[in-house]
């Protein structure tokens, strides 16, 4: 639709309410500011939630791999033949086999239940996620009795690198004295923060071999951990890999393993859509509005107007450009307002933290120690082309019902 010089010297001064007509001007206000409050708040949470969502997974494939290879029973003792037949099927990149059970971790100042997994060295030091993310120590120890933990497991049990844990299992050793604990001290020789609560206060990596003596798996694993080049295809691949192992093996990919986590953080992802939506379908309902009381209070000039030779046309453009307006400035000023929020977001929560002194997002209650967010920019193009779409729409009743004023009438109630 093509606008007129005339017609836009018309509609934006009809936007410049007179004194008289204050009220009108302050309905368009509170409308520009609904549009981009809405605008604002739907990038910001839609990129706080693709940020979870993808620090969410990362971090899963991360320390759990793609998929993870079971023997028939409890333990997979011919790990080594099987893991290079894995290795073979087309698009797999590693499996490393592991050792893991639940253990009682104590010190001198604490304890705490976590999660132990026996790992070669090379393969700890081959995994970008733990060996990027080291905060004191080093890898280089990790081998014999030495271990690697997380840093809040460490803080819960008061040690430093340098400092011994104790490993407890809850399967003892039968003696003939009765059951006996089976316990083993270890030297801390690295700590590791991934930035997600449940592993860093919960995993401990030791010596494969070490894992095997602790939990009586000689020559065995609990398991293969396998990464493949597409994680979103993990199911296909899993396929794949049990053809090649002749269907003797128990798969289970990371859809499956998490699928609670991940789909409650998809659909709470499409429930905040929705529900933040309703703030533009509200701010456009207050254009309809206040475009209502514009034409009934520009009755006379509309009237004027006719008399003077503008078609029903113009008139419709006029209403129609002054309420697109509204539109157009607040969807601007909520797209540059969410991304400058968005980009700044984990300062703003810093700030607001140093001032108000409270922990605005506690890392047990989200998982992450910070607000992860991450900008999409097809949901940005589709959340502006939404808000544009409504206000159009919502200038359609309004100008269509100026355009139809009959002039005579306009002129008579005046």
């Known amino acids: 639709m093509i606008f007129g010089a005339f017609e836009r010297m018309v509609a934006f001064r009809y936007l410049r309410a007179r004194r008289q007509e204050g009220f009108v001007s302050v309905i368009a206000i509170f409308s520009l500011a609904g549009i981009a409050l809405g605008v604002a708040t739907l990038i910001i949470v839609m990129s706080v939630m693709n940020g979870f969502r993808a620090d969410l997974?990362?971090?899963?494939?991360?320390?759990?791999?793609?998929?993870a290879v079971y023997g028939e029973t409890s333990r997979m003792t011919d790990f080594a033949a099987v893991a290079a037949q894995v290795r073979r099927v087309p698009g797999v990149i590693s499996a490393?086999?592991?050792?893991?059970?639940?253990?009682?971790?104590?010190?001198?100042?604490?304890?705490?239940?976590?999660?132990?997994?026996?790992?070669?060295?090379?393969?700890?030091?081959?995994?970008?996620?733990?060996?990027?993310?080291?905060?004191?120590?080093?890898?280089?120890?990790?081998?014999?009795?030495?271990?690697?933990?997380?840093?809040?497991?460490?803080?819960?049990?008061?040690?430093?690198?340098?400092?011994?844990?104790t490993l407890i299992s809850p399967e003892g050793t039968d003696t003939a004295f009765g059951t006996l604990p089976r316990l083993k001290t270890y030297h801390v020789v690295a700590l590791f923060d991934v930035g997600f609560y449940e592993y860093d206060n919960t995993f401990i990596y030791i010596p494969l071999q070490a894992a095997q003596v602790f939990f009586k798996l000689p020559g065995a694993v609990s398991y293969l951990e396998v990464f493949v080049k597409n994680a979103d295809a993990a199911s296909r691949e899993a396929g794949r890999i049990d053809a090649a192992l002749g269907g003797n093996a128990r798969i289970l990919d990371w859809q499956k393993a998490n699928s609670s986590l991940v789909t409650a953080v998809e659909i709470e992802r499409n429930v905040m859509f929705l529900i933040l939506t309703l703030i533009i379908v509200v701010a456009a309902f207050n254009i309809i509005s206040g475009m209502i009381m514009m034409v009934k209070d520009k009755g006379?000039?509309?009237?004027?107007?006719?008399?003077?030779?503008?078609?029903?046309a113009m008139i419709l453009r006029i209403f129609m450009l002054s309420g697109a307006s509204i539109g157009v400035v607040g969807t601007l000023a909520g797209f540059l307002l969410g991304l400058v929020i968005t980009k700044n977001l984990e300062a703003i929560r810093q700030f607001l933290q140093s001032i108000l002194h409270v922990n605005l997002f506690s890392a047990e209650i989200y998982f992450f120690t910070r607000i992860p967010a991450r900008i999409d920019t097809s949901e940005v193009a589709a959340v502006v082309i939404m808000a544009l779409a409504l206000s159009f729409l919502a200038t359609l009743y309004p100008s269509w019902r100026a355009a139809r004023l009959d002039p005579v009438e306009g002129l008579r109630y005046e």
């Not at 030091?125 to 990790?142: M, P």
């Open 96 to 165: 490393t086999p592991l050792v893991e059970g639940q253990v009682m971790a104590t010190s001198a100042s604490g304890a705490a239940g976590a999660l132990v997994r026996g790992i070669r060295p090379a393969d700890i030091r081959a995994r970008k996620l733990i060996a990027s993310h080291i905060v004191q120590g080093s890898l280089a120890g990790f081998g014999d009795d030495g271990i690697a933990l997380g840093d809040r497991l460490a803080a819960q049990l008061g040690v430093h690198v340098g400092g011994k844990v």
């Open 300 to 312: 006379r000039d509309i009237a004027i107007l006719r008399t003077m030779g503008a078609s029903r």
């Open 57 to 67: 997974v990362g971090r899963i494939l991360g320390l759990n791999g793609d998929l």
